[in-house]
Protein backbone atom coordinates (compact mmCIF):
# COMPACT_ATOMS: atom_id res chain seq x y z
CA UNK A 1 0.00 0.00 0.00
CA UNK A 2 2.27 2.77 -1.18
CA UNK A 3 0.07 5.52 -0.08
CA UNK A 4 -0.47 4.31 3.57
CA UNK A 5 1.39 7.09 5.27
CA UNK A 6 0.27 9.85 3.40
CA UNK A 7 -3.91 9.32 3.21
CA UNK A 8 -4.01 10.78 6.04
CA UNK A 9 -1.94 13.70 6.91
CA UNK A 10 -0.80 15.42 10.29
CA UNK A 11 -1.87 18.67 10.11
CA UNK A 12 -5.52 17.70 10.73
CA UNK A 13 -3.85 15.45 13.17
CA UNK A 14 -2.08 18.40 14.99
CA UNK A 15 -4.96 20.37 15.00
CA UNK A 16 -7.12 17.71 16.87
CA UNK A 17 -4.30 17.38 19.23
CA UNK A 18 -4.93 21.21 19.68
CA UNK A 19 -8.69 20.84 20.08
CA UNK A 20 -8.31 18.42 22.25
CA UNK A 21 -6.45 21.11 24.90
CA UNK A 22 -2.63 20.32 23.31
CA UNK A 23 -0.87 23.86 23.53
CA UNK A 24 1.98 22.67 21.01
CA UNK A 25 2.29 19.32 19.27
CA UNK A 26 5.69 18.11 17.84
CA UNK A 27 5.84 16.73 14.28
CA UNK A 28 6.54 13.43 15.30
CA UNK A 29 3.54 13.41 17.58
CA UNK A 30 1.21 14.41 14.89
CA UNK A 31 2.62 11.99 12.19
CA UNK A 32 2.43 9.43 14.88
CA UNK A 33 -1.31 10.06 15.51
CA UNK A 34 -1.87 10.04 11.65
CA UNK A 35 -0.27 6.74 11.87
CA UNK A 36 -2.42 5.35 14.53
CA UNK A 37 -5.90 6.70 13.13
CA UNK A 38 -4.86 5.25 9.54
CA UNK A 39 -4.89 1.56 11.30
CA UNK A 40 -8.05 2.64 13.07
CA UNK A 41 -9.96 3.51 9.63
CA UNK A 42 -8.29 0.23 8.09
CA UNK A 43 -9.22 -2.47 10.78
CA UNK A 44 -12.88 -0.63 11.01
CA UNK A 45 -13.02 -0.20 7.31
CA UNK A 46 -12.36 -4.04 7.01
CA UNK A 47 -15.15 -4.82 8.94
CA UNK A 48 -17.29 -3.05 7.08
CA UNK A 49 -16.72 -4.49 3.91
CA UNK A 50 -17.25 -8.02 5.26
CA UNK A 51 -20.62 -6.70 6.38
CA UNK A 52 -21.63 -5.52 3.17
CA UNK A 53 -20.32 -8.79 1.75
CA UNK A 54 -22.44 -10.63 3.85
CA UNK A 55 -25.44 -8.43 3.13
CA UNK A 56 -24.93 -9.23 -0.67
CA UNK A 57 -23.27 -5.88 -1.87
CA UNK A 58 -20.68 -5.21 -3.48
CA UNK A 59 -21.37 -1.44 -1.69
CA UNK A 60 -20.43 -0.64 1.49
CA UNK A 61 -22.92 1.76 3.00
CA UNK A 62 -23.39 3.88 6.34
CA UNK A 63 -24.93 0.93 8.21
CA UNK A 64 -22.24 -1.23 7.25
CA UNK A 65 -19.48 1.86 8.86
CA UNK A 66 -22.35 1.94 12.02
CA UNK A 67 -22.08 -1.80 12.58
CA UNK A 68 -18.19 -2.00 12.07
CA UNK A 69 -17.71 0.91 14.87
CA UNK A 70 -19.74 -1.74 17.47
CA UNK A 71 -16.56 -3.72 17.53
CA UNK A 72 -14.34 -1.66 18.22
CA UNK B 1 -15.78 22.85 17.28
CA UNK B 2 -16.80 24.17 14.00
CA UNK B 3 -14.37 22.64 11.91
CA UNK B 4 -15.04 19.54 13.57
CA UNK B 5 -16.63 17.64 10.57
CA UNK B 6 -13.87 18.70 7.73
CA UNK B 7 -10.93 18.01 9.45
CA UNK B 8 -11.05 14.29 8.15
CA UNK B 9 -12.43 14.37 4.70
CA UNK B 10 -14.51 12.05 2.97
CA UNK B 11 -12.22 11.24 -0.34
CA UNK B 12 -9.67 9.66 1.57
CA UNK B 13 -12.14 7.37 3.83
CA UNK B 14 -13.63 5.96 0.95
CA UNK B 15 -9.98 5.08 -0.61
CA UNK B 16 -9.40 3.43 2.70
CA UNK B 17 -12.07 1.49 2.31
CA UNK B 18 -11.15 0.36 -1.03
CA UNK B 19 -7.67 -0.59 0.27
CA UNK B 20 -9.79 -2.88 2.81
CA UNK B 21 -11.52 -4.48 -0.21
CA UNK B 22 -14.42 -2.29 -1.02
CA UNK B 23 -15.54 -2.68 -4.41
CA UNK B 24 -17.62 0.52 -4.15
CA UNK B 25 -18.39 3.10 -1.16
CA UNK B 26 -21.24 5.19 -0.67
CA UNK B 27 -21.01 8.72 0.09
CA UNK B 28 -22.93 8.59 3.50
CA UNK B 29 -20.04 5.38 4.64
CA UNK B 30 -17.34 7.49 3.34
CA UNK B 31 -18.94 10.51 5.72
CA UNK B 32 -19.61 8.54 8.26
CA UNK B 33 -16.47 6.65 8.77
CA UNK B 34 -14.80 9.98 9.12
CA UNK B 35 -17.06 10.94 11.52
CA UNK B 36 -16.00 7.84 13.42
CA UNK B 37 -12.39 8.25 12.58
CA UNK B 38 -12.55 11.78 14.10
CA UNK B 39 -13.93 10.63 16.97
CA UNK B 40 -11.58 8.21 17.89
CA UNK B 41 -8.65 10.52 17.22
CA UNK B 42 -10.63 12.93 19.33
CA UNK B 43 -10.12 10.18 22.15
CA UNK B 44 -6.93 9.18 21.75
CA UNK B 45 -5.90 13.04 21.38
CA UNK B 46 -7.29 13.92 25.03
CA UNK B 47 -5.26 10.73 26.32
CA UNK B 48 -2.25 12.21 24.59
CA UNK B 49 -2.65 15.61 26.24
CA UNK B 50 -3.35 13.90 29.84
CA UNK B 51 -0.40 12.19 29.57
CA UNK B 52 1.89 15.40 28.59
CA UNK B 53 0.61 17.64 31.20
CA UNK B 54 1.33 14.69 33.59
CA UNK B 55 4.73 14.79 32.60
CA UNK B 56 5.16 18.23 33.00
CA UNK B 57 5.16 19.03 29.18
CA UNK B 58 3.37 21.18 27.14
CA UNK B 59 4.35 20.09 23.95
CA UNK B 60 2.37 16.58 23.23
CA UNK B 61 5.09 14.33 21.94
CA UNK B 62 5.11 10.87 20.20
CA UNK B 63 5.84 8.98 23.61
CA UNK B 64 2.50 10.56 24.49
CA UNK B 65 0.65 9.20 21.66
CA UNK B 66 2.17 5.85 22.04
CA UNK B 67 1.00 5.81 25.27
CA UNK B 68 -2.67 6.71 24.71
CA UNK B 69 -2.81 4.00 21.78
CA UNK B 70 -2.66 1.60 24.34
CA UNK B 71 -5.67 2.71 25.97
CA UNK B 72 -7.88 2.15 22.99
Known amino acids: MPRKRSIIAAAPMAEI ?4 GAERVSEKA ?3 LAAVVKN ?3 EVSKDAVK ?3 HAGRKTVKRE ?3 LARKEF
Open 17 to 20: LKQA
Open 64 to 66: DID
Open 30 to 32: AQA
Open 40 to 42: FAF
Open 51 to 53: FAK
